[in-house]
């Protein structure tokens, strides 16, 4: 033992010193990495294991070496490499518990354990492998390995616990290598002098030889300078994933939300955005859980979901309303990320927001927009004919009102024209100047007459908008029409009536001073025939009385508009009243060639009427039928019963009425016939009306005319 003692080279101390040092420096940083990185863990307990562990044998030996160079030719080479692995494996169960998250007391007992038993396994091995014989004093040994012990423990505790670890100091590391450091070199020296050795003797030939100390010293060197390096490498290229995440988490911090929660869904962090949107600050916020920010706007059921989710271990996502300190709300587009132990239990929650409250409300707007505009359309569909079309007129879109009034189906109108609802009514400049119009891109007005499918006839009154593109060109046209045919129907009405008020005013004017001139001159033209013998100027009279008496018949007429009688109505039998007036007839009509016929379906037919004048609407309309065929043909009298009214059709086979003449019957002096004046059927028309009844006019050229008056019956 003293000759171990007597001989010592300080700088083999220094060497082993800032050996262990770096090896434990390098094995605590991968240790610590493994705890913050996510990837590489096994590699990174693998280098720190060897690290350590050769850092415990590199002190152990070197000091031996430094004691007694001269026993180093002597050294038992496997029971050398048996200490290292030996060091190794008991550095690797010391640091197995430190895979965890969280490491507690017992984690840090455990591996100052290990360590301890690393330290004292190594020694003793290595003064075996010297051939040196050993007792030891049991009591200091074990005073040592308690110190040895405490003194990891130290260690590890200032670097793993929670009480300095979260800080995360840079000190931290150097501090626990240096005490590491002094724990193996204290155990070398306590457990040296706690041996009791006794030394064999030594030959010539094992004399010192600096030699093999030089070439351990350089492989110890080499070893523990690969592991330096290679730690430097990996903290340099996890500094690179660091300053990335970094990186990272300051753009989340600029954009995004960000919140971390326990599993009981209390708040343990939040970023600077977290409280810009929210207006609480971190102190306000941190310990609460996200109820403060319960808007009212989700229900119970919502969240529910929500929270069975995350705690399932699933990722959820969705939109939620929160509220801010200031009452305002605010929308954020939610993601939350469950973070799972080993037995797959959520440890924590981290919840990334963006916020979408602009977006929201530009949905709420657009919602109200096409509510808006959904409205608009229902209202246009219920009052208006709406169609689109494009550029060349073509349609493209009708609503059910357009359906409706032009008794086309969609199919039939879609990619059609509206020259197949022309009427033939407007003129080709009409539609010209229409086209003129909007081809310009201004809005059209006016009121066209459309024909529909059926063949009848409306008006609507039209509003044509064009739609421009950037360049100022329509490429689409929308047509807003409502149906104002019973308002044409009106005007025609109306337009009747004031040229009958003319005709009554002219006829209230001009009646009587026409009809007492027509009296004399009747009375003296009657007188000079009684005394006249020449047939030729007898002629000439009868011509003059015949002129006077049809002046007298127009005059006749003119009283009635101007003074109209007082209806007064009975209940007669329409039946004989008109088989009367076709009785009368009947004579004149086989002297034209007519062939007239009179049908009804019932004996009697009872309406309330006035008999003399219901008999003048007949008689003229019959003697219209017979005088409209001069070549003869036949002409029927026919009685319908429709719907408590009687239809009475007076039906001929003459050269009928043209379209444009047809609307214009029952006009004052408009006339189809030669030497006819309009009035008569004017007062039949009118005359019909005071019986509150109407009529109808059908007529095709060269086919007939059929006269259809329509009077109230009381049917038994």
């Not at 040196?132 to 505790?157: A, K, P, T």
Request: charged share 20%.
């Amino acid at each position: 033992m003293g000759a171990m003692l007597g001989i010592f080279h300080p700088y083999f101390i220094i060497i082993a010193i800032g050996l262990t040092i770096m090896a434990s420096y390098t094995a605590l940083d991968m240790f610590i990495l493994i705890r913050s990185s996510n990837q590489n863990k096994r590699l990174l307990f693998l280098g720190g294991t060897l690290s350590m562990g050769i850092g415990l044998w590199v002190m152990n030996f070197m000091a031996l070496i430094s004691a007694d160079t001269n026993r180093f030719t002597s050294y038992h080479i496997p029971l050398t490499i048996l200490s290292i692995f030996i060091g190794i494996a008991f550095t690797g169960m010391a640091f197995l518990g430190f895979f965890g998250k969280t490491i507690n007391i017992f984690h840090l007992l455990i591996g100052s354990l290990f360590l301890t038993l690393a330290v004292i396994a190594i020694q003793v091995i290595g003064l075996y492998a010297m051939n040196v014989n050993i007792d030891y004093n049991i009591g200091l040994m074990i005073f040592s390995g308690l110190l040895i012990f405490g003194s990891f423990l130290f260690s590890l505790w200032i670097l793993f616990s929670s009480t300095y670890s979260q800080g995360n100091q840079v000190w931290l590391k150097p501090i626990s290598a240096i005490i590491i450091t002094v724990a193996i070199a204290e155990g070398h020296f306590l457990l040296k002098r706690a041996a009791i050795t006794t030394s064999g003797a030594i030959s010539k030939d094992q004399a010192d030889s600096p030699f093999f100390i030089y070439l351990v010293l350089f492989v110890s060197v080499l070893i523990i300078g690969g592991l330096i390096i290679s730690s430097m490498l990996i903290s340099k290229q996890l500094a690179t994933t660091d300053t990335n995440l970094k990186d990272i988490t300051a753009a989340l911090d600029a954009s995004t939300i960000v919140a971390i929660t326990d599993p009981k869904g209390i708040i343990t962090f939040v970023n600077d955005k977290f409280e810009e949107i929210s207006k609480y600050k971190k102190e306000e916020i941190i310990g609460k859980n996200h109820r403060i920010l319960n808007s009212g706007y989700h229900s119970k059921e919502f969240f529910r979901n929500l929270w069975q989710t995350i705690q399932a271990g699933t990722i959820w996502r969705g939109e939620i309303r929160n509220k801010a300190k200031d009452g305002s709300f605010y929308w954020v587009d939610t993601t939350i990320v469950p973070f799972l132990n080993n037995k797959g239990k959520p440890v924590l929650y981290v919840a990334i927001r963006s916020d979408i409250s602009n977006r929201k409300k530009a949905e709420e707007h657009l919602k109200e927009m096409i509510k808006e505009n959904v409205d608009i359309k229902f209202a246009l569909d219920q009052s208006s004919i709406v169609a689109f079309t494009d550029a060349k007129g073509k349609i493209t879109s009708v609503n059910d009102k357009f359906c409706e009034i032009s008794k086309y189906n969609r199919d039939e109108i879609l990619g059609q024209d509206h020259r197949i609802l022309n009427s033939g009514y407007h003129s080709k400049e009409f539609f010209k100047n229409l086209w003129k119009t909007i081809g310009s891109g201004q809005v059209w007005k006016g009121e066209l007459r459309n024909k529909a499918k059926d063949g009848t006839y409306y008006w609507v009154d039209t509003t044509i908008v064009p739609f421009l593109n950037e360049q100022g060109k329509p490429y689409q046209y929308l047509a807003i029409r409502n149906d104002i045919t019973e308002r044409k129907k009106t005007e025609e009405v109306l337009h009747r009536q004031d040229k009958l008020a003319a005709v009554g005013q002219l006829a209230a004017g001009v009646a009587h001073e026409i009809r007492n001139p027509l009296t004399s001159m009747k009375g003296y033209a009657e007188f000079l025939q009684l005394d006249e013998k020449d047939p030729e100027r007898m002629e000439f009279l009868n011509i003059i009385l015949d002129e006077i008496e049809r002046v007298n018949t127009i005059v006749e007429d003119f009283m009635v508009l101007a003074k109209p009688k007082a209806v007064e109505l009975e209940e007669k039998n329409v039946v004989p009243l008109i088989r009367n007036v076709v009785s009368l007839l009947e004579f004149e009509a086989r002297k034209k060639n007519v062939r007239l016929s009179f049908d009804y379906n019932q004996e009697i037919i009872q309406i309330e009427c006035d008999e003399n004048r219901l008999k003048q609407v007949f008689l003229n309309f019959i003697k219209n039928g017979i005088e409209a065929m001069p070549n003869g043909g036949e002409l029927h009298v026919k009685t319908v019963i429709h719907d408590n009214n009687v239809q009475i059709s007076i039906q001929d086979s003459g050269v009928g009425i043209p379209k444009e003449k047809l609307k214009k019957l029952g006009e004052p002096f408009f006339t189809t016939k030669k030497n006819g004046n309009g009035l008569g059927l004017m007062v039949s028309f009118k005359i019909i009306e005071s019986h509150n009844g109407k009529v109808f006019v059908e007529s095709d050229p060269n086919k007939g005319t059929t006269f259809n008056i329509l009077l109230p019956a009381k049917i038994a």
